[in-house]
């Protein structure tokens, strides 16, 4: 029904910056909370930043004041703006669409930030 593709991820060094970009395609529906999350391996999916279709916001704590979350919805992609990386920012990071009045939820297959020196 939905399918999202992310894109953007890869190597930097600490205090740099990348942007990751999640297209949906399907039937997304008018009516959804995307955003981002993400694991590291052994440990449980963490939030990173959501986005309602009315702009409405919410960050993870370990990265508030850090990233941006954004979204253009004509071309129904949602954005993640990586600003101050930290070695701790590294993790797969996954794209992720909600529909809350069916409360059917969907996963990118993710891509890798990997902050290092």
């Known amino acids: 029904q939905v399918q999202l593709v992310e894109s953007g991820g890869g190597l930097v060094q600490p205090g740099g910056s990348l942007r990751l970009s999640c297209a949906a395609s399907?039937?997304?529906?008018?009516?959804?909370?995307m955003g981002w999350y993400r694991q590291v391996l052994g440990k449980q999916r963490e939030l990173v930043a959501l986005?309602?279709?009315?702009?409405?916001?919410n960050y993870g704590d370990s990265v508030k004041g850090r990233f941006t979350i954004s979204r253009d919805n004509a071309k129904n992609t949602v954005y993640l703006q990586m600003n101050s990386l930290k070695p701790e920012d590294t993790a797969l990071y996954y794209c992720k669409l909600r529909k809350p009045f069916t409360r059917d939820e969907y996963w990118g297959q993710g891509t890798q930030v990997t902050v290092s020196s």
């Open positions: 986005m309602d279709d009315n702009g409405i916001t």
């Open positions: 399907g039937s997304i529906g008018s009516f959804n909370v």
